[in-house]
């Protein structure tokens, strides 16, 4: 009894003195509407990017992994030779289980993004990444067969091949492209007949009406000819030839030696299919006899290759070099992101930081696929420079010796109009100074379907789109497309933050969650700041010193600077009153009743109410 006569009085004595430290608040002003301090908590959107009017090459090239790379070459390879004489063999164990295992990595890599089939009777293996435009527009490719020769377990052959184009499916499908890209893993090169596999899908493409941008073929890469010099040691086989045709084959095959040599390795060479020793013995011959033009090969140092279909051929051979495959992936990888991230309406562009040391170089590779001026900006920070620009067969056609840069803003070096297609290098040479730093940035135009209209003035969609609006809410309907929002809404994700509005602050017009988060960390959520005209990115919209929620919730404007003013006439201006905690609405004299008056009082009566408690025998029983 004596223990719940205690309880009893304490919890009155919590009671009471919760009331008096609650139930009166300074100023006697509530706070505002307690939806401003709710966070409904929203499943994010899927984060994936989707990609347009950003040229993210670099960061695809990059993004390709060489541990992955040798990995995938060792799991296709290391249970064996993958070879059938004929379709009925297509079932067993070796060639069966690789099919699997292909398969399940194009599903795993891209989470089952990239959608996956079977076709013809050899069992090809077909993954498509689709892109998000609508309508039918041509695709890219990264192909390899999956079948080895008899007894060899085809780790470079073409292990090679299937690695790059299943690294290539997990980098890829990291991002949203316009474009579909096709990953395929044909099956019966080898047997008793010649290269049955991959004609069955170059016809099955045609009957679906598919158009290809380029099909890059792969096929053993990882040894490489020593006696060659090291930009050749990657050979990109080409079949078309001229400058009527220059867009089927030879500007792909120039713009990965761009890619290689720009931003990578520099391991990559064009070569014509009149000098490509393989250019009749893979894949890609079966979709080049077919009308599929544009279609490239890669190849390396087959012809000093001692495991080449032996059965030493396996992924730890001495001989293999895995920068080669991560070359040949990456340069890949940054060709495709190069093209499907034009802007439309602008010329493509160029851009490269780097560092030059003492009496250094650098070279820089352009395909110019259509008349065009190049325009050549360029900023660096003190020191004599030097530029040459030459033309495909090595004529210079501008150059320029500056002693001095801007470091305030870029200097136009010089800009010629060209007519020639083909690959164009600028050089870049550094007098005696110390290292410098330099801004590189490249714009012409290109015509990369030999069309004749130039790629800034088209784009892979109905041109309408650029110019109607069906929700009137300041996006093109084509720009809807691109990110991917409601034609038909000006809020596609419900979030009463328009989607015009969501994109110029950066924010996702397709993830309601964000109009529950807190941008500036302010306890006001964006969907709040938006409606009541406030910066998202400030807690203080006015720049008044006074924290935008303060104002809202004491009555103030946090759209004009009121700082100054006396709201109450107490004497104290509105920032005094925020500094001091006080409030701006009620008259300091009269708060001091209501807080510092009233508190002492119920406080002791609050004790005397205890003290008379405590004097009871038991005053509850």
Known sequence: MHHDCMRRQWFVLFFILWFCTSSVSVGGIEPINSTLETSIQAQSSSGIQRVYGT????EIYSSVRISDYRTFVREISENGSRYIMDASEARLTNNRNAREYIKQKLTELSKSRIEVEEIGSYMNVVGKLPGYLPGNNPALAISA??????????????GSGIAAMLELARVMSQYEWPLDIYFLAFNGLFGFRFMQGSPQVAIEFQDRGVEFLMVYNVDTILVQDNELPTDERLQMGYGTIGQSDYHNGQYWAELARMMSNNIGQDRIVPVSSLYFDAWYSSDHYAFF?????????????????PSFHRANDTWDNYYFDYNLGYETTAA?????AHIMGRTYGEQTKLSYDFTLGLRTSKKFYIPVTTPTTMNFTIRWFGGASS?????????????????????????NIFNPTVSTKGLYTLIVEKGDESPIGYELRISYETDIDGNGIADSQEYWIDQALFLSDQDNDGLSDAEEIFYGTDMLSADSDGDTMPDKFEITVGLNPNDPADGNEDADGDHLTNAQEYSR???LFSIDSDSDMMDDLWELENGLDPLFDDSMLDQDGD????????LNGTNPQVPESMEVPIVYIATPILFIAAI??????????DPWT
């Open 55 to 58: 040229d993210l090459s670099e």
């Open 145 to 158: 067969h999956y079948d080895s020769p008899e007894s060899s377990p085809g780790a470079n052959c073409d």
């Open 289 to 305: 006899n077919r009308g599929f033009n544009a279609v490239c090969a890669f190849e390396s140092g087959r012809a000093v290759d």
């Open 571 to 578: 004497g104290k201006t509105n920032l005094e009153e925020y």
């Open 332 to 336: 890949i990888g940054a060709c495709m």
């Open 533 to 535: 005209g406030l910066d």
């Open 387 to 411: 530029f040459y620009l030459y033309n495909p067969t090595g004529g210079l056609i501008a150059s320029g010796i500056f002693n001095h840069s801007s470091a305030w803003k870029p200097s």
């Open 608 to 617: 005397s109410v205890f003290v008379y408690i405590r004097t009871q025998k």
